[in-house]
């Protein structure tokens, strides 16, 4: 995996970033998950509670990763990540389902959402739709009276009272 722009909030640097991208090679993908999450996003100070989001674009075939699918999603939940993925994959393109799979995966995972445009113009709207989701979410938290710290995983389930609403969560902490 490769930097090609660190954190910022300037939109034409995060754009420059982007254009200095070149296809080749193989992909890392979940490298580059588990690295983001561990390297940046799990070892930044942060002064008060923020809201962490990754954005994979990618058609979802990993070839040259050292870590596996499930080790890059426990990395991210590790880090309070939320991933959401937008599928480069044409649809009915070869294995291009096996790979939206995978990314439906790591989304779920994460409380993101995986976008399937099906053409270009539409992965602006994904990014709105993502846009949407980060200003509109709210953060719960639960301490079980007999809680322990023991760093084990627990699921939890989070539903709507009402028809046709859809909580979308991790599945545990």
Same mark, same amino acid.
């Given at each position: 995996?490769?930097?090609?722009? #660190? ?6 640097a995060l754009a420059k970033g982007v254009r200095s991208l070149k296809p080749g090679g193989g992909?890392?993908? +979940?490298?580059?998950? +588990? ?10 100070? $942060? ?7 990754? %954005? ?5 075939? #990993?070839?040259? =990763? ?6 890059? %999603? ?12 937008? =599928? ?9 389902d096996k790979y939206d799979k995978v990314l439906d995966r790591i989304a779920d995972a ?7 445009? *099906? ?7 994904? *990014?709105?739709? %993502? $846009?949407?989701?980060?200003?509109? $979410? +709210?953060?719960?938290? +639960?301490?079980?009276? #007999? ?8 699921? %939890? ?17």
């Amino acid at each position: 995996p490769e930097i090609t722009q #660190d954190f910022t909030d300037s939109s034409e640097a995060l754009a420059k970033g982007v254009r200095s991208l070149k296809p080749g090679g193989g992909t890392a993908m +979940y490298d580059a998950l +588990y690295f983001a999450c561990r390297d940046k996003l799990l070892k930044s100070t $942060q002064t008060r509670s923020v809201r962490r989001a990754v %954005i994979l674009v990618t058609d979802g075939d #990993d070839n040259s =990763s050292h870590v596996t699918r499930e080790e890059a %999603i426990d990395m991210a939940l590790r880090a309070n990540v939320i991933v959401y993925t937008i =599928s480069t994959n044409f649809p009915g393109g070869g294995d291009s389902d096996k790979y939206d799979k995978v990314l439906d995966r790591i989304a779920d995972a994460t409380g993101g959402r995986a976008f399937k445009p *099906f053409q270009l113009s539409e992965v602006a709207n994904a *990014f709105a739709q %993502i $846009q949407d989701d980060l200003r509109s $979410q +709210y953060a719960l938290s +639960y301490l079980p009276p #007999d809680f322990v710290h023991d760093g084990r995983y627990r699921t %939890i389930a989070i539903t709507a009272l009402h028809k046709g609403l859809k909580v979308r969560t991790r599945p545990g902490y």
